[in-house]
């Protein structure tokens, strides 16, 4: 593939909304095809007019705690990440949480899903979160390679999340974060 050209990363609007619900859906058939049962693969994938509504209804939401960011390459949406306040049990006020990363298969190794995870990090620090954690599919050892190189670690929590299509096996990751002010996105790398 052809340099994607520049990216760049703002809040996501509902006008994005198909396009990111396409990209979740080849994400998940490019990055879970070989590690989760067929079926629970075509179950998700079934449920994208359901996940359209539920990030339209959030969008829309003031009050929801979530930021949705948008990777963008000629005005096209490619990759979205969702972050806000941890959802753990364990969790607590200083800890914040990127809830999901996609990105549409065709950029991947483009430094595009660099400049998306660097800007939902900078979204947690940017509201003041002291330490972030994520859930990432255990056997997703590319995944897992990548939020490593970011500077994220295991923390021994695990959990399963059995569907009618197969089970989910997650590992959590954590980082503590680094104090600064601003509020802005940063501009993508490079």
Known sequence: MADPGPVRIRLA???????????HARSWRASYGDLLPAGLIEDVLAARDARAERWRTRLADPSDPGAFL?????????????????????????????????????????GVGRALFAAAVADLVSRGFER???????????????????????????????????TLDGTRYRRELPRRGGGKLPPPPG
Do not use: C, H
Request: no cysteine; net charge negative; charged share 30%.
């Open 132 to 166: 972030a954690i994520l859930w990432v599919l255990s056997d997703n050892m590319r995944a897992r390679r990548f939020y490593e190189a970011a500077g994220w670690r295991p923390d021994g929590a695990t959990k399963r999340d059995v569907r009618d299509g197969g």
């Open 70 to 110: 948008v990777a963008e390459i000629a005005g096209q949406a490619v990759g979205l990440a969702i972050t806000g306040p941890s959802r753990d049990e364990d969790g607590d006020a200083a800890t914040g949480e990127v809830y999901a990363i996609y990105l549409d298969p065709g950029v991947i190794g483009r």
């Open 13 to 23: 609007r509902e006008a994005d909304i198909p396009a990111l619900v396409d990209a």
